[in-house]
């Protein structure tokens, strides 16, 4: 477990944290009790008020039960999963591609998943079921993962991976928009594009059953492959030596990231920066082993989706602003802000 | 016996007569302010109550509007939800498995899906008598509209922002029942697609058709006949300048834009064909 080994010292990659990786956790599982609680008794009922479910609750009791168990619940539910997800893969990506910029749109399954519930909406299939949008992503991600296997399965060169995922994303984005191209009218084009950008908005307890046992699956995947990138941080070889398959680390993270991200994408759309940005603010606190910064991050990133949520909610009444267009706007003046600040330290 | 039968009515979903009802797209908006009596509308969308979206918006003056958000929806508990096929899936299906019912319209294609969108929501309203006098009198309407026309169609091309033109389709259709050619037919477009200024410049249409939308908003859409190449392309021309409102939704406000389609065609033949 991450939280018994030494607080660093070991010299393994680069400069230690300046809190125990418990101090941290805990101050992060703090924030995300109080994000959870905004994000369950604040939102814009009929009234445009943001905090009117005790007034709601005195009037009508079964509405206001029914707004906070079947829309608020699942809202903040996917919040808190979804940012999680990103946060721990933009984290073990990070480690495993030993490149800074890694997120989990570089493997393409991102824009895999989000071709995969385009081509649902494309067809029409929506309108049979809801559910039909999350599968859809989901194997949409799952090809764009097959796609990268048979480019750079037998290779475990990691720039070739980065290669085939700047490929594929390349190829799934064209392929989207030829699915606009050809969609059926505007309005579906509207709903594609809107889609695309990102949002909680009423999603259902449907949406988190089907998205948790894979986001879950995909998490737990990369937690087994914790001590393999702190090993792998010392080159194949050593790796290697160390009794970790620099090959199964590599699918392990890979296959959960598919998954997990799969099952993100097709629930929320795009929500962009957070699997970037969560691992760059949590490295100067725990320091910059991968195995370190898996838990944090996972943490951060929920607090980070909730919090960004939150702000979509509270701005004032009219048609709800995105929150992929929130987390680009806020992730990328301060990602900018990182880089300017870590310029003269080596990553 | 009467509650034997409303008993028997209400296993029947059109049967239930819809008395608190949200509206959460622009098209159901207006057929439903157009149908319903004003107790039955909960809220319509914020865009059927603006007069650059909405052909009716004047009719949903003092009404509340909604932005498509479950939460917003609740509170006010209705018994029908009108939604376009296109509505966000996620709040539509949420909506559904809360138990409201939800009267899902395709966008029309035709102008004989106008007239049976009208009968379905009449129906859901249980405003069957107003939803038959209207088709009635849009019926009424298209015969004079097509016995007006001119018996050689005037060739036409619509130019909608950023030189989007109709090939097929609902205003493809006023064109041809107005006595307009549709030049766009045989351009290779299907029910809506792009103009270059190339193709513009190719064609000799009689009648322009700008459909008007956000005049004031600044977009590179809207400049298209700003281009040097078109300086003068209208100025020899009869132009027809529905409202943008007019034609985005099935409504009937679509007989109206071929009425003035049909005026645009006989002026075009008495100026181009002496």
Same mark, same amino acid.
């Given at each position: 477990?991450?939280?018994?080994?030494?607080?660093?010292?070991?010299?393994?990659?680069?400069?230690?944290?300046?809190?125990?990786?418990?101090?941290?956790?805990?101050?992060?599982?703090?924030?995300?009790?109080?994000?959870?609680?905004?994000?369950?008794?604040?939102?814009?009922?009929?009234?445009?008020?943001?905090?009117?479910?005790?007034?709601?609750?005195?009037?009508?009791?079964?509405?206001?039960?029914?707004?906070?168990?079947?829309?608020?619940?699942?809202?903040?539910?996917?919040?808190?999963?979804?940012?999680?997800? @990103?946060?721990?893969?933009?984290?073990?990506?990070?480690?495993?591609?030993?490149?800074?910029?890694?997120?989990?749109? !570089?493997?393409?399954?991102?824009?895999?998943?989000?071709?995969?519930?385009?081509?649902?909406?494309?067809?029409?299939?929506?309108?049979?079921?809801?559910?039909?949008?999350?599968?859809?992503?989901?194997?949409?991600?799952?090809?764009?993962?097959?796609?990268?296997?048979?480019?750079?399965?037998?290779?475990?060169?990691?720039?070739?991976?980065?290669?085939?995922?700047?490929?594929?994303?390349?190829?799934?984005?064209?392929?989207?928009?030829?699915?606009?191209?050809?969609?059926?009218?505007?309005?579906?084009?509207?709903?594609?594009?809107?889609?695309?950008?990102?949002?909680?908005?009423?999603?259902?307890?449907?949406?988190?059953?089907?998205?948790?046992?894979?986001?879950?699956?995909?998490?737990?995947?990369?937690?087994?492959?914790?001590?393999?990138?702190?090993?792998?941080?010392?080159?194949?070889?050593?790796?290697?030596?160390?009794?970790?398959?620099?090959?199964?680390?590599?699918?392990?993270? !890979?296959?959960?990231?598919?998954?997990?991200?799969?099952?993100?994408?097709?629930?929320?759309?795009?929500?962009?920066?957070?699997?970037?940005?969560?691992?760059?603010?949590?490295?100067?606190?725990?320091?910059?082993?991968?195995?370190?910064?898996?838990?944090?991050?996972?943490?951060?990133?929920?607090?980070?989706?909730?919090?960004?949520? @939150?702000?979509?909610?509270?701005?004032?009444?009219?048609?709800?602003?995105?929150?992929?267009?929130?987390?680009?706007?806020?992730?990328?003046?301060?990602?900018?802000?990182?880089?300017?600040?870590?310029?003269?330290?080596?990553? | 016996?009467?509650?034997?039968?409303?008993?028997?009515?209400?296993?029947?979903?059109?049967?239930?007569?819809?008395?608190?009802?949200?509206?959460?797209?622009?098209?159901?908006?207006?057929?439903?302010?157009?149908?319903?009596?004003?107790?039955?509308?909960?809220?319509?969308? #914020?865009? /059927?109550?603006?007069?650059?979206?909405?052909?009716?918006?004047?009719?949903?003056?003092?009404?509340?509007?909604?932005?498509?958000?479950?939460?917003?929806?609740?509170?006010?508990?209705?018994?029908?939800?009108?939604?376009?096929?296109?509505?966000?899936?996620?709040?539509?299906?949420?909506?559904?498995?809360?138990?409201?019912?939800?009267?899902?319209?395709?966008?029309?294609?035709?102008?004989?899906?106008?007239?049976?969108?009208?009968?379905?929501?009449?129906?859901?309203?249980?405003?069957?008598?107003?939803?038959?006098?209207?088709?009635?009198?849009?019926?009424?309407?298209?015969?004079?509209?097509?016995?007006?026309?001119?018996?050689?169609?005037?060739?036409?091309?619509?130019?909608?922002?950023?030189?989007?033109?109709?090939?097929?389709?609902? *205003?493809?259709?006023?064109?041809?029942?107005?006595?307009?050619?549709?030049?766009?037919?045989?351009? /290779?477009?299907?029910? #809506?697609?792009?103009?270059?200024?190339?193709?513009?410049?190719? *064609?000799?249409?009689?009648?322009?058709?700008?459909?008007?939308?956000?005049?004031?908003?600044?977009?590179?859409?809207?400049?298209?006949?700003?281009?040097?190449?078109?300086?003068?392309?209208?100025? *020899?021309?009869?132009?027809?300048?529905?409202?943008?409102?007019?034609?985005?939704?099935?409504?009937?406000?679509?007989?109206?834009?071929?009425?003035?389609?049909?005026?645009?065609?006989?002026?075009?033949?008495?100026?181009?064909?002496?």
């Amino acid at each position: 477990m991450p939280t018994t080994e030494r607080s660093g010292g070991d010299g393994v990659s680069g400069p230690t944290g300046r809190l125990s990786l418990g101090v941290v956790c805990t101050l992060l599982v703090a924030l995300l009790i109080v994000a959870t609680g905004l994000s369950l008794v604040l939102g814009r009922g009929a009234g445009g008020a943001l905090w009117d479910l005790p007034a709601l609750w005195q009037r009508d009791p079964d509405t206001a039960r029914l707004i906070l168990e079947e829309v608020r619940l699942p809202r903040t539910l996917l919040g808190l999963l979804v940012g999680a997800t @990103l946060g721990l893969c933009g984290a073990a990506l990070q480690g495993l591609l030993r490149n800074p910029l890694a997120e989990p749109g !570089i493997l393409g399954a991102s824009s895999g998943a989000a071709l995969g519930a385009v081509v649902v909406f494309y067809f029409g299939l929506a309108s049979a079921g809801a559910w039909l949008v999350p599968v859809g992503g989901v194997i949409g991600s799952a090809l764009a993962l097959g796609v990268l296997y048979l480019l750079a399965g037998r290779s475990p060169e990691l720039l070739t991976i980065i290669l085939a995922g700047v490929a594929i994303n390349a190829f799934a984005g064209a392929m989207t928009s030829l699915a606009l191209n050809f969609a059926p009218s505007p309005y579906a084009i509207m709903e594609i594009i809107f889609w695309m950008l990102g949002s909680l908005a009423d999603r259902s307890m449907v949406q988190v059953q089907l998205a948790l046992p894979l986001m879950l699956a995909g998490g737990l995947l990369i937690a087994t492959a914790a001590r393999g990138l702190d090993a792998l941080t010392l080159g194949s070889d050593a790796a290697r030596s160390l009794g970790f398959s620099p090959g199964a680390v590599q699918l392990r993270v !890979i296959a959960g990231t598919a998954l997990a991200v799969g099952a993100a994408v097709a629930v929320t759309g795009v929500v962009g920066f957070v699997g970037l940005v969560v691992p760059h603010l949590l490295r100067p606190l725990v320091g910059y082993r991968p195995a370190r910064l898996l838990l944090p991050s996972a943490l951060a990133g929920a607090v980070l989706l909730l919090a960004a949520d @939150l702000l979509v909610r509270s701005l004032p009444p009219g048609p709800e602003l995105k929150l992929g267009v929130v987390t680009a706007m806020l992730g990328a003046p301060f990602f900018l802000f990182l880089i300017v600040r870590s310029r003269r330290q080596a990553w | 016996m009467a509650v034997a039968l409303s008993a028997l009515l209400a296993g029947l979903p059109q049967a239930i007569a819809a008395e608190r009802v949200v509206s959460l797209n622009l098209c159901t908006d207006q057929l439903l302010l157009l149908l319903a009596d004003r107790e039955q509308i909960l809220s319509i969308s #914020w865009l /059927g109550a603006d007069p650059e979206e909405s052909a009716y918006a004047h009719l949903a003056e003092g009404l509340a509007v909604n932005y498509g958000q479950v939460e917003q929806i609740l509170p006010l508990a209705p018994d029908l939800v009108l939604a376009g096929s296109y509505t966000a899936p996620f709040t539509v299906a949420l909506l559904e498995r809360l138990g409201l019912r939800v009267l899902r319209l395709p966008p029309a294609t035709s102008l004989d899906m106008l007239e049976a969108h009208i009968m379905t929501v009449a129906a859901a309203l249980d405003q069957g008598p107003r939803g038959d006098a209207l088709v009635a009198e849009l019926q009424v309407r298209r015969a004079a509209i097509a016995a007006a026309a001119p018996v050689t169609p005037a060739p036409a091309l619509v130019l909608r922002a950023g030189g989007f033109t109709s090939g097929e389709g609902l *205003t493809h259709e006023l064109m041809t029942l107005a006595g307009l050619d549709n030049i766009a037919t045989r351009l /290779g477009l299907d029910r #809506w697609g792009s103009l270059s200024v190339e193709t513009l410049l190719r *064609t000799r249409p009689d009648v322009l058709i700008i459909p008007q939308y956000r005049r004031d908003a600044p977009s590179l859409a809207n400049s298209l006949l700003a281009h040097p190449a078109l300086a003068g392309f209208a100025d *020899t021309r009869t132009v027809v300048e529905p409202r943008s409102a007019q034609l985005g939704c099935e409504t009937p406000a679509l007989l109206e834009v071929a009425e003035a389609f049909g005026e645009a065609a006989r002026a075009a033949q008495r100026e181009h064909r002496p």
